[in-house]
């Protein structure tokens, strides 16, 4: 049945007549009602709760167009009804959504106890709130990107009709079959993708990029044997380029379809995907897109929150998990056909303390296969207690600081770059640390968009952004580009936290460069190294290598210190894995491992299988598997 017409009988069947409802819009995943009597909703929020039940989609409730104000009007009506400690930064219309942006560092003014002030909005203006956090420390990238959402909102209007019309459009009866098909990050880590398909659907998750990897960067997108705009939906799991990297590539390539993932992740994504041309740029190689194909990839974003079941195919759905790995980053269920199977994608995971994210998500309503990742999956890859971690690291700079030498920490600039930043910030904050953290690259603007995104993070932290104290932007930080590099670099004792994490270009290269040569430098790894990275060599001992300076090469010598401190990262160790797999629930019928070496993804594959009496294997790239 269409579905417009099977949701207009739910809500007439469910609404009383005074709710007055013009008008019944699908949105994507989502459900528009148009009403000339908002008022009726506010005063029995049953009627939204329960059609949100019945129709299991998220329910907006809007004014009918004919009670929108002047903007003008609208706005000053705003600014009288929000207390000024809201500190409103920004307000603007959406006509085609009937909302008005209202972004404010205290969100929570702008709602009200109870909703009340936005209701009164509403009453008063007709305009929807869509209200929005401000970050503490002004990021470009984020305003950038409401602008731009905002700017195309009649044109993300349209792609989220067309997307209701696919995403419930008729199928005709089929035997159910589920495949999953490897197209990067099996057995290797970097460059994850795969594609699910049913008889009717096409999916792909995660389309990420190696940057370690000069080779084979890409995944096997050619081995898709169908135009891309028969791709029903793309999903992401986390930002960083292993797995977000070429989404934009799929939109240079003729894709025009929805994108789901949380809103940390579609801002985190863009903030890499623009830093990653960047860096190619100054290399003066050819990236793979242009920020225009990014700026397009942002129109077909549909956020979702953890937890929240979403259609996105007429036999798929969805939910995202928290993974704790990355600010936003998600394990994704996918829900197929009416029960014929459940998959969860794990992604990146942390199954153990951080200081940033609660505990990664392990109860599932139902689950048949699990893909996982394998990172530390090998026998020795049991990294040391977070305690002791962050007094090795503590110790490292502090013995560099006594030789007035200067510590290079290569970071990835979302995930392991504010997991340093809250430890440092504490021992300084505690006085146990001195001398002057310079943070360079992506990082500051990474750190910006997690001030903006507090409900992602742990407590402690959350509160501290809340009460504008976030430890990501304290004064400690002293911001770093290519400027002033130089100038750090002859200062005595200095801290420098600089992307990217592997050593594979961007500023960490620059003062590697420049610090390598000093036996009173250190280096400190904190996240992984992949294979055929600057960073991996030189972890496995590398004693010099080629770099070009004014248009000569010459071989640099490291003589500087080079350490490594386990225990920060946001994937898991072995124990961790085999913990996580013990306490899901359900326990999976099948396990395939993913995201790890070669030997380490089929030695714990193996392992996996003995231990829990699970069949699980690794397959390689461009395998196909039959779930169903
Ligand atoms: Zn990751
Ligand atoms: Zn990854």
């Known amino acids: 049945m269409d579905i417009l017409k099977e949701v207009k009988e739910i809500i007439q ?6 709710t007055q409802v013009t008008n019944i819009e699908m949105e994507g995943p989502e459900v528009a009602i148009y009403t000339r009597n908002p008022k009726a909703f506010f005063e029995n929020e049953n009627f939204v709760a329960k059609i949100a039940f019945e129709l299991k989609k998220r329910v907006n409730i809007r004014t009918d167009k004919s009670l929108l104000s ?7 009506v705003i600014q009288e009804l929000v207390p000024e400690g809201a500190e409103i930064k920004e307000i603007y219309f959406n ?20 909703g009340e002030t ?9 305009w929807t709130p869509n209200i929005l956090r401000s970050p503490t420390s002004e990021s470009e990238i984020l305003r950038g990107i409401r602008h731009h959402l905002h700017k195309y909102s009649s044109e993300r209007k349209k792609i989220l009709q067309e997307t209701a019309k696919k995403i419930y459009r008729e199928l005709p009866k089929n035997n159910g079959w589920v495949r999953m098909t490897a197209l990067g990050g099996f057995r290797e880590v970097g460059k994850s993708c795969i594609m699910l398909e049913t008889p009717e659907t096409k999916v792909l998750v995660d389309v990420g990029v190696d940057v370690a990897n000069s080779e084979q960067p890409y995944p096997y997108l050619e081995a898709i044997r169908f135009p891309l705009d028969q791709m029903d939906a793309v999903v992401i799991g986390h930002a960083h380029l292993d797995h977000s990297g070429l989404v934009p590539l799929l939109f240079k390539m003729g894709y025009r379809g929805p994108v789901y993932c949380t809103k940390p992740t579609r801002d985190l994504m863009a903030l890499l995907q623009f830093d990653y041309i960047d860096v190619l740029v100054k290399e003066g190689k050819e990236p793979p897109y242009t920020e225009r194909d990014v700026k397009e990839m942002l129109k077909y974003c549909i956020t979702r929150e953890y937890r929240e079941v979403t259609d996105i195919a007429p036999d798929m759905r969805i939910t995202l998990h928290n993974a704790s790995h990355i600010l936003g980053s998600g394990s994704v269920h996918f829900h197929i056909g009416e029960g014929a199977h459940n998959l969860v994608y794990s992604g990146d995971i942390k199954f153990g303390f951080t200081r940033l994210f609660n505990n990664v998500d392990i109860n599932y309503p139902r689950l048949e296969t699990l893909i996982i990742e394998s990172t530390y999956g090998g026998r020795d890859d049991i990294q040391q207690d977070r305690n002791l971690a962050e007094e090795q690291l503590i110790g490292l700079l502090k013995e560099t600081m006594h030789k007035n030498g200067n510590t290079l920490i290569p970071v990835f600039s979302v995930g392991r770059a504010q997991e340093i930043m809250l430890v440092i910030e504490e021992y300084y904050r505690k006085g146990m640390l001195d001398g002057k953290v310079f943070v360079d690259g992506m990082t500051k603007e990474a750190s910006a968009i997690h001030t903006a995104y507090p409900e992602y993070l742990r407590k402690g932290v959350q509160r501290r952004v809340l009460q504008n104290d976030s430890p990501f932007t304290s004064e400690l930080f002293q911001v770093a580009d290519y400027k002033n590099r130089d100038k750090i670099i002859e200062e005595k004792g200095a801290i420098i936290i600089a992307s990217s994490g592997m050593l594979t270009g961007g500023p960490s290269v620059g003062y590697f460069q420049k610090m390598a040569e000093n036996p009173d430098n250190t ?12 960073g991996n060599r030189i972890q496995k001992g590398l004693k010099r290598t080629p770099i070009t300076e004014n248009g000569k090469t010459r071989e640099l010598p490291i003589n500087m210190r ?3 401190v386990e225990g920060f990262s946001g994937h898991s160790d072995r124990n961790q894995l085999v913990n996580y797999v013990r306490n899901l629930n359900p326990k999976p019928k099948k396990i395939i491992v993913n995201h790890g070496e070669k030997d380490t993804a089929i030695e714990f594959a193996r392992f996996l299988s003995n231990k829990f009496r699970i069949n699980s294997t690794a397959i390689r790239d461009l395998d196909s598997v039959r779930l169903k």
């Open 118 to 126: 936005s209701k009164e909005i509403i009453l008063k203006t007709g």
């Open 562 to 564: 080079v350490e490594t």
């Open 13 to 18: 069947s469910n609404l009383p007549k005074e």
């Open 70 to 76: 002047d903007e003008q009007h609208a706005k000053k």
């Open 95 to 114: 006509p085609a959504f009937s909302e008005v942006v209202i972004e404010a560092i205290k969100p929570g003014l702008v709602i009200g106890k109870g």
């Open 523 to 534: 280096l400190i790894f904190v996240g992984y190294q992949g294979e055929g990275s600057l």
